[in-house]
């Protein structure tokens, strides 16, 4: 059966921390298999080495493997380019990068030629001044009630609702911070000569311009979902799962999947 893919000349994805009981390891894979780009660029805290040191309740699990299948097979069949940039919780890749192999490279940032622009690609957290402010205990346990409110949203049949988003947005100090992150990497991109700058690690998506400095972020995989895509003509978008889920086809249950990733 031939289903009409979508193909994206680069996508960049970041922050789906796998390995910590928040990520959306599902659905990161069930997006990417159903799409096709010739570059994958994963910015950052993919894996989330802090969690899975502490060994906690998350061990590696059948479905993190599964997300590992899946870009395999992208590299194997697409011929898809992957490049991982490390961030700070998978920063036990310090001392594999820069690694190739195949065609996976494993860095700790990049350049990319867009649209005629150079854009220099980092996780972000090199710009931590404030963590603190994100890693709040509050903000942990606000993601704990999160999950449990859309569990019940989910079984009387409404949609999934970012609790902490909302939040976030109301609070002002995570309001400074992100405005304070965006014009620091903007800030960097134009003292380095670059067009733009692309990074993750803030989970808020964006596509905007900083006195001409194109500023892109890929958002997260824990609560937003979200992905840039650049097409063939050099621009870039902002995808959201929860906006394409329903175009993809539908993966067998999540339950056979483990059995099938095993």
């Not at 994805?13 to 390995?19: I, K, P, T």
């Not at 963590?131 to 449990?148: E, P, R, V």
């Not at 995570?174 to 405005?179: K, L, R, T």
Request: hydrophobic fraction near 35%; aromatic fraction near 12%.
């Amino acid at each position: 059966h031939m289903e009409q893919r979508r193909h994206y000349r680069t996508l960049v994805l970041s922050d789906s921390h796998l390995g910590t009981s928040h990520s959306k390891t599902e659905e990161v894979s069930h997006f990417l298999s159903h799409v096709d780009c010739d570059r994958l660029i994963l910015n950052g805290d993919i894996i989330d080495g802090w969690h899975l040191k502490k060994g906690g309740t998350r061990k590696w699990q059948p479905r993190h493997t599964r997300f590992f299948k899946v870009l395999m097979k992208m590299m194997e069949r697409q011929g898809t380019e992957i490049i991982y940039v490390r961030g700070n919780h998978d920063d036990f890749l310090d001392n594999l990068a820069p690694l190739t192999f195949a065609n996976l490279r494993i860095v700790k940032d990049y350049e990319l030629e867009s649209g005629g622009k150079r854009y220099f690609v980092t996780h972000g957290d090199i710009f931590d001044r404030v963590t603190t402010q994100m890693k709040c205990l509050g903000y942990t346990l606000l993601l704990a009630f999160n999950s449990f409110y859309n569990r019940y949203r989910v079984r009387h049949g409404k949609p999934y609702y970012s609790l902490s988003q909302h939040v976030k947005q109301k609070v002002k100090s995570a309001v400074n911070y992100i405005s304070d992150f965006e014009h620091t990497l903007a800030e960097f991109a134009r003292a380095r000569k670059y067009d733009g700058i692309i990074c993750g690690h803030i989970h808020h998506p964006d596509n905007t311009e900083y006195e001409g400095i194109h500023y892109l972020n890929s958002g997260d995989w824990v609560e937003t979902l979200s992905a840039l895509a650049e097409d063939e003509d050099g621009h870039w978008n902002i995808i959201f799962y929860t906006d394409i889920a329903d175009s993809l086809p539908q993966d067998t249950p999540a339950t056979n999947l483990l059995t099938i990733a095993s």
